[in-house]
Every structure is written in C-alpha cells, then in structure tokens.
C-alpha cells in the first residue's frame, strides 16, 4: 500500500534505531513495574497524534464512519434498550464540589452526539482545532486510519522507547523534573482533580499539537494533550471484552489523581471505547 503524506505533522515520522532499551519504572503503579530491558528493531514513529485535519482528509477520502458515530452493537450490549442504542461518546463534564474522588463515573457523561466532529457533543465543532489531536476514536477508528495511510499502531514497548527520547530510567519524557525552571512542559491538569483545572499550562482541553516542547527524538505531545492506542493486549480473563494498551496520559491527568503523563505509564481500554481525550499516533516497520 502506497503510503500517504503527512502535511501537518512537523518532519513526519522519526526512526527509532534497533537496540536493548529500558522501559517500565518502579517507582509508580504496579503495571509499570518492573523496570525491564527490551530488544527492539528498528521502526519509525510519527512525531505527533493524528489531527482533525488529518483525520478528516481520512473521511473525506475513504468515507469512514467511525464507532461513535454508529449505535451500539445490540450484540455486544444486548441489555440496552432500542431507545439507548444511539450514537454516543463519553465526555468529561466538572462534578460539583461534592462529588466522591472515588466514583469516575460522576464526571463521565455518555452524550448523544458527540464524537471526532463534535467533541463537545452537538454544537460543538471542529472550529479552531483543526491542528489539536483527533478526539473519540476507538481502536478500530485507529486501525482504520493507519491501514488507509500505509502504517500501523506502535506497539506498547515501541511507544515507550520513543517517549523516553533516548532518556534512561527518567520519570517524564524530559527528564526528572516535573516543570523544569518553572516551565510546563505537557497539556495536563492542574489544580484539584477532577474539580478545578487551574490551567497554569494555558489550556483546560486539548492543545494544538506542537504547543509544548518536543523530547530528544523530537516526538511531540508523547506527555498529556491525549491518549495514545497501541497495538498490545491487555491480558484478559475468558468471557472479558478484548482490550488494548494506551499510553501517555492526556490533559485530564492530574498529579494528585492519575499520575500517568510520563513513558511507563499504560492502562488498558476496552476496543470500543471512545471518549473526549482518547487518539493515537501512527508507526511503521
């Protein structure tokens, strides 16, 4: 397959050399650890997540409708009703001051409507945030749009290696300090989670790509701004819905909540899932 251009990324995609390499930490979450050599080849990553831009020359192109902006499958939610299955994505929504740290859900709101064009939900668009990361896209969206452009998901070690910029053993993608001579260095949360993002890194949502500095590859946004898939399972128990790895923490990860804006850090994400903080990147053998 022909591989496609990639106007709006600065320099396109960088190649990660073949080596042994560091990753995980044992310093964080218990998922990371333990600190781990891995062999890699070499492969090429591309400096920065897909944008709206980019995403929508993909649509205009092939015609692609994405997850959210498709019902429910009835067969993998055979409880909802015919009423519930409408096209739906999850956007984060401020709780009251009273809301429990400890119910996520409270924040999370399943609107009708939103979805890559409208981010908000219905009335919001794509105005202004043409160069920002593209936003609800699931891991089949994902896959979608690196078959399309001749490439494919990183995997979860690849990420990693590229997020580090050549760093060993350094808990952020620029070294050991969070805001290195006062300098904010990812679009991340500032404040009290989930209540009050005081925005002192200029943004409250997504941030234009290239907003914040680059790490030693030059790779940008590996930190915050959003979610990345990868390409690597999740282990899973029989029955449980197949999930992937995502990796590098998005602007709703806070310091005193969700640490996870740094290289090791992953969780794990049901394939359909698609929220206001949820994209990816693009790599290649």
Known sequence: MTRRSCPDKPGGMVTIPPGRYRIG????????????????????????????????????????????????DPHAYPHLTAEQRIPASAVFQPPPPSVDRSRPQRWWALVPGADWRHPQGPGSTLDGLEAHPVVHITWADAQAYCVWAGLRLPTAQEWEVAARGGLVDADYAWGQELNPQGRWMANTWQGPFPWSNEQRDGWFGTSPV????????????VCGNVWEWTSTPWPVDPGEQERRIVKGGSFLCADNYCLRYRPSALIAQTLDTATCHMGFRCASD
Request: without cysteine.
């Open 210 to 221: 290239g907003a914040f500095p680059p790490n030693g590859y030059g790779l940008l946004d």
């Open 25 to 72: 930490s044992d310093r964080f979450y218990p998922e990371e650890a333990p600190m781990r050599e891995v062999q890699l080849t070499s492969f090429q990553i591309a400096l920065a997540p897909v944008t709206n831009a980019e995403f929508a020359t993909f649509v205009a192109s092939t015609g692609y409708v994405t997850v959210a902006e498709q019902p429910p």
